[in-house]
Nanobody
Framework: VQLQASGGGLVQAGGSLRLSCAAS????????LGWFRQAPGKEREFVAA????????FYAQSVKGRFTISRDNVNDTMYLQMNRLQPEDTALYYC?????????????????WGQGTLVTVSS
């Protein structure tokens, strides 16, 4: 399966962006999904995860209350609504698929990854 993340861009601090993740051949259906990010010079870190079919979500402490993960199972798409963005949110954001229905918060639990979409937050 191929995952495709989109929706990144340049935004001022305090602004909002919504990222989307889609996959070929209804590849998101039946799986837990996650968002991760990697800033320049830093390791990839967990951002948020959502179970199948979407009853459970889990967030990194750094984004809790500002970001919302969701999924549209009819259109087989996942979203990350990011509000009150800060410069420290600047990173390449990846969507990923976990071979399970339950949420996970470590990169090693995810088997399939998209190519990433860049989010840049200016101060």
């Amino acid at each position: 399966v191929q995952l495709q993340a989109s929706g990144g861009g340049l935004v001022q601090a305090g602004g909002s962006l919504r990222l989307s993740c889609a996959a070929s051949r209804r590849g998101l259906s039946g799986y837990a999904l996650g968002w991760f990010r990697q800033a320049p010079g830093k390791e990839r870190e967990f951002v948020a995860a959502i179970s199948w079919p979407g009853t459970r979500t889990f967030y990194a402490q750094s984004v809790k209350g500002r970001f919302t993960i969701s999924r549209d199972n009819v259109n087989d798409t996942m979203y990350l609504q990011m509000n009150r963005l800060q410069p420290e949110d600047t990173a390449l954001y990846y969507c990923a698929r976990r071979p399970s229905q339950a949420v996970g918060n470590t990169a090693t639990e995810y088997a399939d990854w998209g190519q990433g979409t860049l989010v840049t937050v200016s101060s």
